[in-house]
């Protein structure tokens, strides 16, 4: 009897994550690619951000998806990538400029900030070199990388794979080149991150066995 008794308390307890997860719909909180992509984390499930700068509902998701990161499963990698509609090219060439000269950590979050908080339009080569100054870092190095052919080709890439993925609204994420979902897709930021748990899980249970 007392066997019993734990087992129905143990099927209680796990009761609700297991509604939680089939509380999860394909096509509805996530779709399937028809297409696949390869991605660029090796053994780990890569998840991947399609964002941009300029966007309120990227800027807003950004606290709630820091602290989502420093539990991030140790078998996953997170990976941005800008999104390249035309008017987003700038801010794409910025994201791709920064991480080559190793200061997103520093500017990231700070530039995200500043255009949303202070309302700056950083939409040009000047404007962001000026941003870049004032954080104490080089804007001579800034604009010698933000035009780079290395910067360039970085942000063609982006570009591909915005269209290989039809990445039409940001932010967007994309779990190991197979999976995506959103936060409009998925009802909110904070469900989002649950579909993002349940799509790691789900992805490295299909990854093939080495």
Same mark, same amino acid.
């Given at each position: 009897?007392?066997?019993?008794?734990?087992?129905?308390?143990?099927?209680?307890?796990?009761?609700?994550?297991?509604?939680?997860?089939?509380?999860?719909?394909?096509?509805?909180?996530?779709?399937?690619?028809? /297409?696949?992509?390869?991605?660029?984390?090796? !053994? +780990?499930?890569?998840?991947?951000? $399609?964002?941009?700068? =300029?966007?309120?509902?990227?800027?807003?998701?950004?606290?709630?998806?820091?602290?989502?990161?420093?539990?991030?499963?140790?078998?996953?990698?997170?990976?941005?990538?800008?999104?390249?509609?035309?008017?987003?090219?700038?801010?794409?060439?910025?994201?791709?400029?920064?991480e080559s000269l190793g200061v997103t950590a520093k500017v990231h979050e700070v530039f995200f900030g500043a255009v949303h908080e202070k309302r700056r339009a950083l939409d040009n080569?000047?404007?962001?070199?000026? /941003?870049?100054?004032?954080?104490?870092?080089? !804007? +001579?190095?800034?604009?010698?990388? $933000?035009?780079?052919? =290395?910067?360039?080709?970085?942000?063609?890439?982006?570009?591909?794979?915005?269209?290989?993925?039809?990445?039409?609204?940001?932010?967007t994420f994309v779990v190991d080149g197979r999976y995506l979902t959103s936060p409009g897709a998925a009802g909110g930021d904070e469900q989002m991150l649950k579909v993002l748990d349940?799509?790691?899980?789900?992805?490295?249970?299909?990854?093939?066995?080495?």
């Amino acid at each position: 009897m007392k066997r019993l008794i734990r087992m129905f308390c143990v099927g209680l307890l796990l009761l609700p994550a297991a509604a939680r997860a089939a509380a999860i719909e394909e096509g509805r909180h996530y779709q399937e690619l028809p /297409f696949p992509q390869a991605v660029e984390t090796g !053994a +780990k499930i890569e998840v991947r951000e $399609f964002f941009w700068y =300029g966007c309120p509902h990227c800027y807003s998701l950004e606290p709630v998806l820091s602290r989502w990161l420093k539990k991030l499963s140790k078998n996953a990698q997170f990976v941005r990538t800008p999104g390249t509609a035309p008017r987003w090219m700038t801010h794409a060439q910025a994201f791709y400029a920064f991480e080559s000269l190793g200061v997103t950590a520093k500017v990231h979050e700070v530039f995200f900030g500043a255009v949303h908080e202070k309302r700056r339009a950083l939409d040009n080569e000047n404007a962001i070199a000026d /941003f870049i100054a004032e954080q104490g870092l080089s !804007a +001579k190095d800034f604009r010698q990388v $933000f035009n780079s052919f =290395g910067v360039s080709l970085r942000v063609e890439r982006a570009k591909k794979l915005n269209q290989d993925l039809n990445i039409a609204s940001v932010p967007t994420f994309v779990v190991d080149g197979r999976y995506l979902t959103s936060p409009g897709a998925a009802g909110g930021d904070e469900q989002m991150l649950k579909v993002l748990d349940f799509l790691i899980a789900k992805s490295a249970r299909e990854r093939p066995r080495r």
